[in-house]
């Protein structure tokens, strides 16, 4: 399986690649030396409706829940 990886090199390149899982290096493609996989916050879109569809989201989960347990039916955690 792959993941989106950022790598550093010595040169202070950065790159961002689709790589296995572990994959620790690889070759900056601007100087050909080892970059390293770096750590990195991935990044999260937001809009200014964003903490009410939590809350919608969060209120339908409730009701499904609801109506599981009134249904008899196993909850799936």
Known sequence: MGIMVDFTCPN??????????DTTETDCPDCDQK??????????????????????WSKKRENHIKYEKKQGIKLQT
């Open 12 to 21: 202070g390149h950065t790159t961002e690649r689709f790589v296995s899982t």
């Open 35 to 56: 970059a390293i996989k770096v750590l990195s916050c991935p990044t999260i879109q937001r809009d200014k409706n964003s903490w009410k569809s939590v809350q919608d």
